[in-house]
């Protein structure tokens, strides 16, 4: 997932990623620009919640397993 800031002032938020059609069931390993992965548990609906805080008109990767 890739996520970008087009503004000119730092933003922070929790972002919700559906992954239901990923095949993952109860958690994903999620990792930012190749960092130490997070362990991460689904909800029932199959999404999880990554906080992201990105500079003004920056942007950031984040790779799930």
């Known amino acids: 997932m890739?996520?970008?800031n087009p503004t000119e002032q730092p933003l922070s938020d929790m972002l919700?990623?559906?992954l239901y059609y990923t095949g993952l069931t109860n958690t994903t390993s999620v990792s930012?620009?190749?960092?130490?992965?997070t362990v991460?548990?689904?909800d029932r609906l199959y999404?999880?919640?990554i906080?992201?805080?990105l500079g003004p008109y920056n942007l950031?990767?984040?790779l799930f397993q």
């Open 2 to 4: 890739m996520v970008f």
């Open 16 to 18: 919700k990623v559906p």
């Open 32 to 37: 930012q620009e190749a960092g130490i992965p």
């Open 40 to 42: 991460y548990t689904l």
């Open 47 to 49: 999404n999880v919640y």
């Open 51 to 53: 906080p992201v805080s």
């Open 60 to 62: 950031t990767w984040f």
